[in-house]
């Protein structure tokens, strides 16, 4: 096929930028049938992780999940190539328990890659877009720096940090989208010209070194679980090979060298000017901001099978790459590590995501997503929930149906476009459970549940996972049921049994389920003693019945029913003002009473729910009462 | 009627009888325009030319160019008024008659009566005053003792709003170490410990329920307590009353039988209104005129917050005394022990043995003699040991009260997952609820408080 015959086809969407975001976006359009093609600057770097090579983490881990129960990738392609998995919070309750991955980075890389050039419908490409193309004023597709011109009636902007892209270590920058690659300097150019409003934001990435050089002895080993496990709902659970991380810690010999040269870290001599995430600080601003700390930890974590590459999370700098050295050696067992690349900072041009909806499609022009670190994230698993909101909606929308929202009520993703396109940015956006006001109903082992059917109506989850999801609910209601029946004797026996796991004894018989309720009662201890040394008819081997999915989440619902209530009256509360659409076109300096702040919050946000109005900050419950009226 | 916000409101500033002179408020667009079109003076001045904050001297008329009264106008321009409209006052001295003329001339003129409570309405909706003190200006205008206008006055000062700000804040405080705890697992924090937060919470608690109860008696300093004075006949009640009002209210005589209806009167003790009630002494009697009484003074016994049990040292304890004893079961009561100055034939000791009663008081109430005791009990029955200062108190209104009361039990429920050593999820959920229910007391947004607190407070980052 020669260029001609390419700029003829009409694609229906047009993803630029293969990140994280930009591969779910793509696969989801495609895998909906729609004609796709994805854009990049460099086919070898298809789904890259330029920062720490780990997926999950606390809230993450929600993402993920749920991006997975919608048919979503990420999850699937984790398992595939982790190299090692630990559970988080594991001491905690199950809504803030959470899963962190180490993935073989290269092979990340190439699997999503291989997904992709197998999925029909989907064509990858490298170039470097510079415009977008309209015709009679409607979006008709991009055009390449080398001339060349796609045509699509939808595009996804995924680029991440690739807009005028800065990377600076020491007093030396250079303008790049990522070490060693093409920044997109006219598309960022171009977007401005259209009307849209950027701003810049900073973020970086620590030093690399030579396992060869690292002294082990010196760290703290830290191994993975040895119990069966999988990121993605849909595939087995198996243990796997656990390469461990180790952890070590600076010192002040550490610190004092960060202290004797800090004239020459960006962040003081004022290379670097804008905003980075406050959760991943350089180590200098660490050091300065918290003086008194005798000490920081340093994660020492592969980046893969078949590399001595290991990643310092932890000593992030932008710092010369001399110091960056010293930085190194002070700390114990890297006295003799060698960097194999050095740390830097990178500042790129972000969209201020105000400028968004609900589906991310853009206020501004109908049929232009943007999803991903270009909206002002950070973070893998923010990127891909993005990814796959915008290519849904892209597709949903060519196919003229109706778009996908989805809610804090229901999802993390949810809470994520919401705070994006209502609340005030002023650094990189992370997840954290504490960002959503449903933690406990919206649980990492829940997600199947909550938003599955989902991903089953738009067409991403086959009929037989879905089946798969209800059965299990079921199961679980059923089960609920029967221990609520089930009652045990007072008898010498089971107060016995009673005791010995800690809890108080029973004079009257008693429920399952009541005990359940109590904190210390674990219902495998119940399980066990019950059912299987007596062999209760129905339930005589649990094992075989009920997997450990369905055990733990019978368990959550009967133990925390009052939590969970709770939380579901607060979404029928809200429910009302969720729901109460907001009309176009409202000057909001003309409704007498709302206070000024008010009107100019709601007026840059343009909210589309009196809900979404009411998370604004700055608008109060009484400018939400305003509202209220003069919307009647 | 469409109620609109945007119309002119015209009130009577001043409560019937309470003043000499009237005061007519307007508040709107119109208030000026409207004022001109009734106001006459001299110099035919209009008032849309005079300074913002000043005053003219003139007299209403009506259509007919016949004067009402002699009036001196003020004028509040926007914004700097209470409400942020136009303002004008209308001072009249004829009294309530022709205040209520004046207000029918502006009604008659385009301006709407307002609702009560609606120019701090508008003062709130314009943004000058926030909740908490739009709801100390209603106290304010409402309030009936000198007591509650100090309290409402502290309100407006926002006192309240500072309070609950720090209770606020110290939740917060909490939330940030119990999410710290939660989210950033990764990170090497040094959280506090889940005991110290547990006393945390337990201290915020008190200190809600604190508020609370100073609100209850607060509530009694506003609005007062109903007492009884009650007893056998001829025992000293009216002589009692009037030693405390301090003046001749109720009728003396040695005549058993003297006060046959009740004498209500409202008086001060210690700075708590008591509308205080003498009754008829209680015997069984066959004089139809004192068997009413008799029947009125249980009727204020039922309806009394405290009942004052007067009896007669002088004479012995009788059959009378003892069913009226009955009759006050689960009453909140203080015996006085009258006529001290007299032989002694009932003695303290003597009641307390018949009656297991405790407070019991030695007074003479012709003598003025414990009257001071007396006055100290009463006190302390109704607001508590401890020195009671409503100056210095934070009195929230019932709206806020309610608010605190949800709050306290958000924080109990936290308290006790954390006795139970429940992970942090659970007592957060609690205390982010009771954070908000305060954020409703003083009208506060939702910002990222908890995050910009964790990363204000913990070196956090990888
Ligand atoms: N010596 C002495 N006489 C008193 C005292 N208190 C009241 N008295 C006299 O007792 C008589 C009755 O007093 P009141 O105050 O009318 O008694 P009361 O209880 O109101 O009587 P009724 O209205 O008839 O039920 C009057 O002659 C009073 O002067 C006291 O403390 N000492
Ligand atoms: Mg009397």
Request: with cysteine.
């Amino acid at each position: 096929m020669n260029f001609e015959d390419v700029t003829k086809i009409k694609y229906d969407v047009i993803v630029v930028g293969a990140g994280h975001a930009g591969c779910e976006a793509a696969l989801a359009c495609a895998r909906l049938g729609f004609k796709t093609l994805i854009l990049t600057i460099n086919l070898d770097k298809v789904a890259l992780m330029p920062c720490n090579p780990a997926i999950g983490g606390v809230g993450k881990t929600n993402l993920v999940l749920e991006l997975d129960a919608m048919g979503g990738q990420m999850a699937k392609t984790a398992d595939k190539t982790l190299i090692q998995l630990r559970v988080l919070n594991r001491s905690k309750g199950p809504a803030v328990q959470a899963l962190r991955a180490q993935i073989d980075k290269k092979e990340y890389e190439i699997e999503m890659k291989k997904v992709m050039e197998n999925t029909s419908n989907l064509t990858l490409r490298q170039g470097i877009v510079n415009k977008i193309i309209f015709e009679k004023g409607i979006i008709a597709g991009v055009s390449l720096e080398s001339g060349i011109i796609f045509n699509g009636k939808a595009v996804i902007i995924t680029t991440g940090t690739f807009l005028r892209g800065r990377i600076i270590i020491g007093n030396k920058d250079y303008e790049a989208g990522r070490m060693g690659e093409y920044p997109a300097m006219n598309l960022t150019y171009n977007l401005k010209e259209l009307g849209f409003i950027m701003d810049r934001f900073q973020t970086a990435t620590p030093p690399r070194v030579d396992k060869k050089t690292i002294d082990f002895l010196k760290m703290f080993i830290q191994p993975g679980e040895n119990i069966p496990m999988s990121f993605s709902f849909w595939n087995s659970k198996k243990v796997y090979d656990n390469i461990p991380s180790y952890l070590t810690y600076t010192n002040e010999k550490t610190h004092n060298i960060i202290r004797e040269n800090i004239d020459k870290s960006p962040i003081r001599s004022g290379m670097v000017k804008t905003h980075g995430p406050r959760h991943c600080p350089s180590i200098d601003r660490k050091v300065i901001n918290f003086e008194h700390k005798k000490r920081h930890p340093v994660f020492v974590e592969p980046e893969g099978k078949y590399t001595n590459e290991m990643y310092l999370q932890g000593l992030t700098t932008s710092m010369p790459t001399d110091i960056q050295q010293l930085l190194v050696n002070s700390v114990a067992g890297l006295e003799d590590a060698k960097i194999i690349r050095p740390g830097y900072a990178v500042e790129y041009d972000f969209l201020l995501p105000n400028q968004l909806n609900h589906t991310l499609e853009s206020k501004l022009l109908e049929n232009l997503y943007f999803a991903g670190q270009i909206n002002g994230t950070s973070g893998y698993e923010e990127a891909a929930a993005q990814g796959f909101v915008a290519g849904v909606n892209a597709a949903l929308k060519l196919a003229g149906q109706h778009p996908l929202i989805l809610k804090r009520s229901n999802s993390y993703i949810g809470v994520l476009i919401d705070d994006l396109i209502t609340k005030e940015l002023y650094e990189p956006y992370r997840m954290y459970t504490s960002r959503s006001e449903y933690r406990l109903l919206l649980r990492p082992d829940n997600a199947d549940n909550r938003l599955t059917k989902i991903g089953f109506d738009i067409g991403l989850i086959k009929n037989s996972d879905y089946e798969k999801v209800i059965k299990k609910q079921q199961k679980i209601e059923s089960l609920i049921e029967m221990l609520g029946e089930y009652t045990i004797n007072p008898d010498e026996h089971n107060n016995e049994f009673l005791k010995a796991i800690g809890t108080s004894t029973i004079d009257t018989s008693t429920s399952i389920y009541k005990l359940l309720k109590r904190p210390e009662v674990k219902i495998d201890n119940i399980f066990k003693y019950f059912f299987e040394n007596k062999g209760a008819d129905n339930i005589k081997t649990y094992n075989d019945n009920y997997d450990k999915d369905i055990l733990e989440q019978t368990e959550i619902n009967i133990k925390y029913k009052g939590y969970i209530e709770r939380e579901m009256l607060g979404i029928k509360r809200m429910g009302k003002i969720e729901g109460h659409k907001i009309r176009k076109n409202i000057d909001y300096f003309k409704i007498k009473g709302l206070t000024f702040e008010a009107q100019e919050k709601l007026s840059k946000y343009l909210p589309e729910t009196l809900g979404q109005a009411s998370r604004i900050a700055g608008v109060s419950p009484a400018d939400i009462s305003i509202l209220m009226i003069f919307l009647k | 009627m469409n109620k609109s916000a945007s119309d002119t409101i015209a009130a009577i500033g001043t409560k019937p009888g309470e003043a000499a002179i009237g005061i007519i408020r307007l508040s709107g667009n119109k208030s000026v325009k409207l004022t001109e079109k009734i106001f006459r003076q001299k110099n035919r001045k209009k008032i849309s030319q005079m300074k913002t904050f000043s005053m003219t001297y003139g007299y209403i008329v009506d259509k007919k160019e016949e004067m009402i009264d002699e009036v001196i106008i003020t004028l509040m321009k926007k914004p700097k008024s209470y409400t942020k409209e136009d303002v004008v006052e209308i001072n009249c001295h004829g009294g309530m008659a022709a205040a209520d003329k004046i207000l029918e001339l502006c009604i008659k003129n385009g301006a709407r009566i307002a609702e009560p409570g609606e120019f701090t309405k508008r003062a709130f909706l314009n943004g000058r005053i926030d909740l908490s003190q739009a709801e100390a200006v209603i106290d304010l205008i409402r309030s009936k003792t000198e007591q509650s206008l100090k309290v409402a006055a502290n309100n407006i000062k926002g006192i309240v709003k500072d309070r609950i700000e720090e209770l606020r804040k110290r939740i917060l405080d909490v939330l940030v170490e119990l999410e710290a705890s939660i989210d950033f697992i990764e990170e090497d924090l040094e959280v506090t410990p889940y005991e110290v937060l547990e006393k945390n919470v337990i201290e915020i608690q008190k200190s809600i329920d604190e508020l609370i109860n100073d609100e209850k008696r607060g509530e009694i300093i506003k609005n007062g307590i109903k007492v009884a004075i009650v007893g056998k006949p001829n025992v000293g009640k009216s002589s009692l009353l009037n030693v405390l009002a301090r003046k001749e209210r109720a009728i003396v005589t040695h005549i058993p039988g003297t006060t046959r209806d009740a004498v209500e009167e409202i008086l001060y003790i210690e700075g708590i209104p008591l509308i205080i009630a003498d009754t008829a002494g209680i015997r069984k009697s066959k004089n139809i005129i004192e068997k009413i009484g008799v029947k009125k003074s249980f009727e204020y016994i039922s309806k009394s917050e405290l009942v004052i049990l007067v009896m007669d040292g002088n004479t012995q304890i009788d059959d009378n005394d003892c069913e009226i004893v009955e009759e006050l079961q689960g009453k909140n009561i203080i015996i006085c022990l009258n006529k001290i100055d007299l032989k002694q034939i009932t003695s303290k000791k003597e009641i307390n043995k018949k009656f297991k009663l405790n407070d019991i008081i030695e007074i003479s109430a012709k003598k003025n003699i414990g009257i001071d005791k007396l006055e100290k009990k009463i006190k302390t029955l109704v607001l508590g040991e401890e020195e009671f200062n409503i100056e210095s108190k934070i009195i929230v209104n019932n709206r806020q009260k309610n608010i605190l009361l949800d709050a306290s039990g958000m924080l109990k429920h936290a308290i006790k997952a954390m006795k139970l050593k429940m992970s942090e999820e659970f007592p957060s959920s609690d205390l982010k609820l009771a954070y908000n229910l305060l954020g409703e007391i003083t009208g506060q947004t939702t910002t990222n408080e908890i995050l910009d607190g964790i990363f204000g407070k913990f070196c956090v980052g990888k």
